[in-house]
């Protein structure tokens, strides 16, 4: 069995350690920092998801809540994984593209 790969990296993660210790001088601490800051974002971002989805406030603060209390997210974002990361940019992706589902186009960003 010829495998080339035995592993899959995202391949956005470690350009973005490389940014974080050219500015900070290789601190862990500032990884961490702004990691945790980027997860921060993710109940926001299913906040406004959920909001712009089923056009009830009640259930999307519903599901931000969920979102900050969910333990695997808050553990998983303060190891040096590109999962985060990945989360992140996959919900602020689907978080713009529903504009276009929609068939809005607004130049501010409404949550």
């Known amino acids: 069995m010829d495998v080339p790969y035995s592993a ?5 993660y470690p350009y973005f350690l490389c940014f ?3 500015f900070f001088w290789r601190s862990i601490l500032a990884v961490h920092l702004i990691q945790s800051f ?5 109940p926001i971002l299913i906040y406004g998801i959920s909001k712009r ?7 999307a603060k519903i599901a931000g809540i969920i979102t900050c209390i969910y ?3 808050i553990f998983f974002e303060n190891l040096l994984l590109g999962e985060s990361l990945s989360i ?7 978080f713009f ?5 929609r068939g809005e186009r607004s130049s501010t960003i409404k949550i």
């Open 20 to 22: 974080i210790y050219i």
């Open 53 to 59: 989805a089923t056009e009830n406030i009640r259930i």
């Open 8 to 12: 899959y990296r995202i391949p956005l």
């Open 97 to 101: 593209l529903m504009d276009l589902w």
């Open 71 to 73: 333990i695997p997210f």
């Open 38 to 42: 980027l997860g921060a974002l993710t």
């Open 88 to 94: 992140l940019f996959n919900l602020a992706g689907l």
